[in-house]
């Protein structure tokens, strides 16, 4: 018997090495796939999209939010992996009862680092070190703007929303030379056009999840923000804590280039 402590702080037990691993994060769905564990695992969600080909195959146990319970106990997982944001508090509670769930919180680069170690000890993975060790040597490597760029993150349309401190968004968008000119607000604050157009943004990003902003949604916010570059994104780069970390930085980068750009 092994004991885990996740990141809520919740110590759960092992009898073995978990053989059928319920997923309820893209995010770490992607990661178990790229530590070399993705054979094991047996559920996931509607919102698992990487990688598409082997999950073409796994069962959907519903959303992050709405778990279909009957279904992932169906499957009699020995491991169930989810996130104290992404899945309610009472599911986790029900999960916990049933099955040894392990929980993760990520707001900066180093949570995400600390979680992969942990999820790479809890599967047995052999990578996990050397992709920690990868992530961190690409972020050192990445270059600052002598002036980070004025920013809001949008990720909901109507209401608007952005991302504010306390979120792993607003983490990434400092690593990514992005001043987040909603910092000062905390978690997902929803905002007025008045007050985005207040705040004076140089950039407005559109996010492509939650809400997936498209070219077609460009126009409204540069009518409101007319000195302001508006651009579309992709979230995974901001908002994913897992394995993803490892291409980010260099998208990262591109984006400041092409933000940087007269």
């Not at 992005?178 to 705040?199: C, S, W």
């Not at 004076?200 to 570059?229: G, K, N, T, W, Y």
Request: proline share 6%; with cysteine.
């Amino acid at each position: 018997m092994q004991s885990f402590t996740d990141q809520t702080g919740y110590t759960l037990q092992l009898r073995h090495r978990p053989q059928r691993i319920v997923s309820l994060v893209p995010s770490q769905t992607e990661l178990l796939f790229d530590l070399g564990v993705g054979e094991r695992v047996v559920g996931v969600t509607l919102f698992c999209i990487h990688p598409a080909e082997p999950l073409k195959t796994i069962t959907r146990v519903g959303g992050t939010k709405k778990v279909n319970m009957r279904r992932l106990f169906a499957l009699k997982p020995d491991l169930i992996i989810g996130n104290k944001e992404e899945n309610s508090k009472e599911q986790i509670e029900t999960l916990r009862k049933a099955c040894p769930t392990w929980i993760s919180d990520v707001h900066t680069l180093e949570d995400a680092l600390a979680m992969i170690r942990s999820v790479g000890g809890l599967t047995g993975a052999t990578a996990h070190e050397e992709m920690v060790a990868e992530i961190g040597r690409r972020f050192a490597r990445m270059r600052a703007p002598e002036h980070p760029l004025r920013t809001a993150y949008l990720i909901w349309q109507d209401p608007v929303m952005v991302a504010g401190s306390q979120t792993f968004i607003d983490a990434m968008m400092h690593h990514a030379g992005l001043q987040n000119i909603f910092g000062h607000l905390t978690r997902y604050p929803e905002i007025t056009m008045e007050a985005l157009a207040a705040a004076q943004p140089e950039v407005v990003i559109l996010s492509s999840e939650p809400f997936s902003f498209d070219e077609a949604h460009r126009p409204v916010f540069q009518e409101a923000c007319p000195m302001a570059r508006v651009i579309l994104a992709d979230a995974t780069y901001f908002s994913w804590y897992g394995s993803r970390l490892l291409r980010a930085p260099a998208y990262f980068d591109h984006l400041l280039t092409y933000l940087e750009m007269p």
